[in-house]
Each structure stands twice: as C-alpha cells, then as structure tokens.
C-alpha cells in the first residue's frame, strides 16, 4: 500500500488515528449462536481496520516515513469481548490460539461466574491472569460522571441546586448506579433537549429520555443481581 500525501488529513481523521493508536483495542460483541468462523473473521476484520488507522496516526506524525508497509493488524493489543457467555468451546480455543500466537490480550466481559465456567477448558484458564465484578456506582462516583456527561451536553451540574438535585435523584433511581445504563441514558436526554429546545436538564427530561432507552423492567433492579451480567472481566496475561 504505497503512502499517501501526508496533507490530505482532515482534522476529524487525526482525531480519529490518534484514538485509535492510544486505545489499539477492538470491542467486539458475537451475535447469538454465531459460528465461530464469523467470529473469527469479523476480529480479524476490526483488527485489521484499527491497525490500519494506527498506521495512518504514525505515518501523520513521522513515526513512519518509508514505503514499507508493517503488518498494521498486528498493531492492535486488546479484543474485548462483551456478552461473552455466547462463545462457543470452538471459539474460546480459537480465541486462545489467537492469544498465544500473536500475544494479544483479551478481556471476557459477560455474566457473574463466567470465570467459573472457564474452568472446564484447563488451556484457556490456564492464563487467565484475573476477574472483577463492577459493582454499582458510589455516590461519588456517580456524581462524577454525571458530572463529566453534564460538560458534554454544555451545561454545569450543581448537586446543592434544587433542580439538579432533583434530576441526580431521578438517575440514580432509574439506574441505581448502572454504569451502562448511564451510557445508555445520556445519548437519549441530549436527544429530548435538542428536540424540545430545552436549556436545563429537569426529571421531567431525564423520565421522557428513559422512557426511550431504558425497559421499564430494568429500572430500579439490583446490580448484582440482573444487570450485573456486564460486570464480570477475565483477562488472560501473556504466559
């Protein structure tokens, strides 16, 4: 792949290289009942398109300044893999071998046990280097992050103004602190501002943004309980 001119970057694309050389991870979640060979295909594919920009990224700054091209999927370091508990015995023994091989680090993401169940394949457990349960937020941890989705949406959180006190309140009983929902919720409550022409962030919003976003039965649920199947990490070290 011969070089391209270094002035044909917008500064979109150097945001996006440069994202990608600092994270070099693919996330990746496998569809229900999926073959292990799509599996395989689509990391490789993804690998591949987050090597590619990290290659651009070290092109852009004079890392790389020859017509050599590296292999660029090699550049990627982590695969995590959400709603883990769907990989078949194929696809974990494909994912160990692509662990072993090219030293790729992988991180498991699914339900509480999953770990356990990573006992009966004695190769893959072998190296798995450890687990963590996310609990739900703390108060102060929750705090800060609305904290950080209140300067994106361009507004400042007060916890002492009645208002906000009373949208802090709605959250933290929609989501009881579920970091995902949070993730979840926030994109839908820019969305009823933007819609509605609204300046302030009120219960009223956040209710009519869960309303979209969260299922009714998912609200107010324990977190080491329902949810918590997105709380469990495994991540095999290099041997």
Not at 23 to 30: A, I, K, L, W
Not at 94 to 114: E, N, S
Not at 127 to 142: D, K, N, V
Request: hydrophobic share 40%; with cysteine; glycine share 6%.
């Amino acid at each position: 792949m011969p070089l391209r001119s270094r002035g044909n970057f917008s500064e979109a694309d150097l945001k996006h290289y440069a994202a990608a050389h600092r994270s070099r991870t693919v996330f990746y979640t496998p569809e229900v009942l999926a073959k292990h060979r799509d599996l395989m295909r689509d990391i490789e594919f993804y690998r591949g398109k987050v090597g590619v920009l990290i290659y651009e990224h070290l092109c852009a700054i004079g890392k790389i300044t020859t017509t050599e091209v590296p292999r660029t999927i090699d550049f990627t370091e982590l695969i995590i893999i959400d709603e883990a508990e769907r990989l078949t015995p194929t696809s974990l023994e494909l994912l160990r071998d692509l662990h072993d091989r090219h030293h790729v680090a992988l991180m498991f993401i699914g339900m509480p046990g999953i770990d356990q169940r990573f006992r009966h394949y004695p190769q893959l457990y072998s190296r798995l280097g450890f687990s963590h349960r996310y609990r739900a937020l703390a108060r102060e941890e929750l705090l800060f992050v609305l904290t950080c989705h209140w300067k994106r949406l361009g507004r400042t959180l007060d916890p002492e103004d009645f208002t906000d006190a009373q949208a802090i309140a709605a959250i933290e009983r929609i989501t009881r602190g579920n970091f995902r929902l949070l993730e979840r919720l926030f994109p839908q409550i820019g969305r009823v501002l933007k819609i509605n022409q609204l300046d302030t962030i009120t219960d009223d919003v956040i209710e009519a943004a869960a309303s979209t976003e969260v299922p009714p039965d998912r609200r107010g649920i324990d977190n080491e309980d329902r949810d918590a199947r997105e709380a469990e990490e495994v991540r095999p070290g290099v041997p």
